[in-house]
């Protein structure tokens, strides 16, 4: 499907705000986002396709000054998010974890405190941090992920790193507290954020709040 972006510069008539929002939500905008765009006094930017912004153009058109650009760019579908997603998961996870274990952080940590328990949820929480800290660099850098870059696709954020990468090592906390010594509640919930992270790579959810998701140009097909 063809997308695109469309700005909203600013109301008409300040009476049409409730009309503006009531539209948002048929188009699934965040509409927190537009709200402090505009106590800000700034533009605020969307995403969505262009069937449905055709469907309520003439609305828009009545209601505030507003402007559209084509994406000249093809984002990939859902699931082929959810496999990056899930290789990006897998790539950055045995990279923090070779670096902590051999480190040998865990004995290292077990020499100050001879509580087992402690000395696992901080070695774990270290290998959380440098996870973070390796999609943090791509994607301040190189404006994608490990998978990303080495399949040449660049990674359309609009400013939402933080939910991005918050999203992104949930399965890798999953992974974590599925195989931590916690107890079974804990291996529960760990099971349930990884299975959340796949529903959610595959129902599009960061592409239709967030306008998150990898793209390619056209002309590579």
Known sequence: MSRIKVSI??????DNLEKLVEIFGGLGVNVSDFFRAMNRGGTFS????LSKYESVKEKLDELCVHSVEVDSKKVVSPSGFTSLALLDALFVFFVSSWFV???KVQELISN?????????????????LLAFLIYLGFLENLQTT???????????????????????????LGLLLVNSPLGSLVKLFGFFLFVFFVVGSMSGILIKVYGIGFERSEDRG
Not at 9 to 14: A, C, F, Q, R, T
Not at 46 to 49: A, G, I, L, P, V
Not at 146 to 172: C, H, Q, S, T, W
């Open 9 to 14: 510069h600013g109301l008409k008539d300040e």
């Open 46 to 49: 969307f995403y969505t396709e």
């Open 101 to 103: 274990n051999n480190l």
């Open 112 to 128: 100050f405190f001879l509580n087992p328990t402690l000395a696992w949820s901080l070695t774990e929480l270290m290998k959380v």
């Open 146 to 172: 490990p998978m990303g870059y080495l399949f040449r696709l660049r990674l359309k954020l609009d400013g939402e790193l933080k939910v991005f990468v918050a999203f992104m090592l949930l399965p890798i």
